[in-house]
Structures are given as C-alpha cells and as structure tokens.
C-alpha cells in the first residue's frame, strides 16, 4: 500500500493527519475490496484461549488467506483512523506505518511496490465525531494493543520462514525475510507507545484496574499473549539454526551475519524501550501481576528481561552488550 510510504510523518500537524486520513480511507478501500473475495470471521462467536485475548478482543483461528489478509487490513485501518488525532512521535510513526506496510505486503501477497491504491476513496470525516476523549483514550488502548499482535504474529512468521530457508540453503531469501521480521520488531515498541500514547493518570485511574480482579479473573500479564510467544519460540529455533559468533558468522556469510544482527539489535531495543514506556505510565508502582510483596517493580521485572536478552545476544552481535554479558554470567556462577 503505496499511500503508507508517503505518510508524512514529520510534516505539521494538518499535513499529517490529512496523510493518515488518506491512508486511512485507502485502506477502508482495501478491507472492502478483500471482503468481497471472503466474509470476515465474527470473532465475538470464537472462545478466547486466555484472559488477555478476551481483554484486547483478540481471537485465533483457521482463517483462508483472503480472511487472514482482510482481518490484518482491518486493524490497520482502525489503527490509522486513531493515528489521525493521536500525538505519537514522527519516529515512532514511521516505524508502525512501516509495520503495516509490511503486513498489507505480506497478508495480501503483493509485492512492496504494487500500488494497491485503489479510485479515490471517500475522504475520512474530520475529528468531531462526538466521542469523548475517555472513550479514546480506552479505544487506543485496544486499538495499539491489536496492532502489536498483527506485528508479532507477522514477525513470528517472517522469523520462522526465513528459518526454513537457512535450513534448505535458500540464503537470499532467507535475508529477505529476516529483513522484513526486522520492520516488524522495530514496530513492537512503536504500536506500544500508540497504545500507550494517553495521559498516564487516565491510565493508572480507569484503565490499570480493568486489567485485574475483580474486572476479570486474572490480572493480564504480558506473559498471556500467545502472539508474542509464537514470536519468541521462533527467535529461539532461528538462533538454534544460526547459533555461531557474530565473528564467525561474519567470516563466512557477513549478509547472514548482519541480517541476524539487525533483528537482534531491534529485539535488544523493544525490551529496553519497554522499561522506559513502563515507567513513564506507573513509575515506580509494581506491576499488577506482581504480588503485592514482590521485591521488584514493573520497572525493575522489564529491565532483568532486557539484559537477560543482551547477555544472551551478545556474542551474536557486532555491538554487543559484554558488561551485562559479564555481568550474567557471574551471577549464574556465583
């Protein structure tokens, strides 16, 4: 989808909204275009395999390939309808439209330059809509959280293709296909930050407590999404198909070497983005899935989980994280 590469995403505020609304508007084209090859699937009817995916109103199910693409685009169009008005990043913009550009590639099976731009699409109406701001803020919650999941099980995929690919000695497109997993995981913390692109009072105030009892069984943990799981369970047979140094690998397949290099650096980073987002929406408050005598914060349980990931990355990587690494190691040790 062309018109997502042409985003501005750092032009002023009007320039930038009437991008998104364009693309917006094409891709309300593009769902409809899709629906007419295949019905979309009610998810309302499908049981949520766990208390995360009833929350974000995500469901998993055999879908053929029109649905699966037409139910991607869906999301996406929502997410940029939201994207018109919310006050996220140019960066962090052109990492999520990049993702979705990735996604509407990949679901559809167009190439990344098919303009797949259709007659001109019926303009998207202007804010205004009478919602209050509440009610957006709640929506966006969902609605980036959703896009997370479309990144990770899209991500998931790309990594277990190109995985394939190394396994049978098909190394091109093995690169390929790491490079586009790699689009997607700069997108995770992207799509986090739109979600999370409230005001953080409004979020410690009305939305935290609708993740946790009595609002439903469990609190949500990011432990409960099977997306991302599917994500890391492929990072680990990637690693286990190309396990060497990153000198060793550079040595003799330097594209490989790099490839790999790249999504690991952008893994690296979505954890370390993901203590810097946790703090500025709870401080220092532990987590809602912490016990109310747990020794760390949501801070503290965030960043263990991102310098367990540079230890473990750092030999694989031409920057790699060797204090940590050091660091580790000793404690495994001692």
Excluded at 11 to 35: G, I, M, N, W
Excluded at 68 to 74: P, T
Excluded at 196 to 210: E, K, N, W
Excluded at 299 to 305: D, K, N, Q, S, W
Aim: with cysteine.
């Amino acid at each position: 989808m062309r018109v997502l590469a042409d985003v501005a995403t750092h032009a002023r505020p009007v320039e930038r909204s009437l991008a998104l609304r364009q693309a917006a508007a094409t891709a309300s084209s593009l769902a409809a275009s899709l629906a007419e090859l295949d019905e979309a699937v009610l998810g309302e009817g499908i049981p949520a395999q766990s208390i995360s995916q009833s929350y974000f109103r995500v469901r998993e199910e055999e879908l053929s390939d029109q649905q699966a693409a037409l139910h991607g685009v869906l999301v996406i169009h929502r997410a940029l309808e939201d994207l018109c008005d919310a006050p996220l990043a140019g960066g962090d913009l052109a990492l999520e439209t990049a993702g979705m550009r990735q996604a509407v590639v990949d679901l559809t099976g167009a190439t990344p330059d098919t303009d797949l731009d259709f007659e001109p699409p019926t303009p998207v109406p202007a804010t205004g809509t009478g919602a209050s701001l509440e009610d957006v803020w709640s929506a966006r919650w969902l609605i980036g959280h959703q896009v997370h999941v479309l990144f990770n099980v899209c991500a998931a995929a790309a990594v277990a293709d190109a995985t394939g690919h190394l396994r049978r000695g098909n190394r091109e497109t093995a690169l390929r296909r790491l490079a586009d997993a790699t689009v997607y995981v700069r997108g995770f913390p992207a799509a986090m930050t739109h979600a999370s692109t409230i005001p953080a009072d409004y979020y410690r105030t009305a939305i935290r407590q609708t993740m946790a009892p009595p609002s439903v069984d469990i609190p949500l943990s990011g432990r409960q999404h099977r997306g991302y799981k599917l994500f890391r369970a492929a990072m680990k047979d990637l690693l286990a198909v190309a396990p060497d140094s990153y000198e060793h690998l550079a040595a003799r397949a330097p594209e490989l070497a790099e490839a790999r290099g790249a999504l690991l650096e952008a893994d690296i980073i979505d954890g370390e983005r993901h203590v810097t987002l946790a703090y500025s929406m709870v401080h220092l408050d532990r987590s809602i899935a912490q016990r109310p005598d747990s020794p760390d914060n949501a801070v503290a349980e965030l960043r263990l989980m991102r310098h367990r990931r540079a230890a473990q990355y750092a030999p694989l990587i031409r920057y790699g994280d060797h204090y940590v690494a050091d660091a580790v190691a000793g404690l495994r040790h001692s």
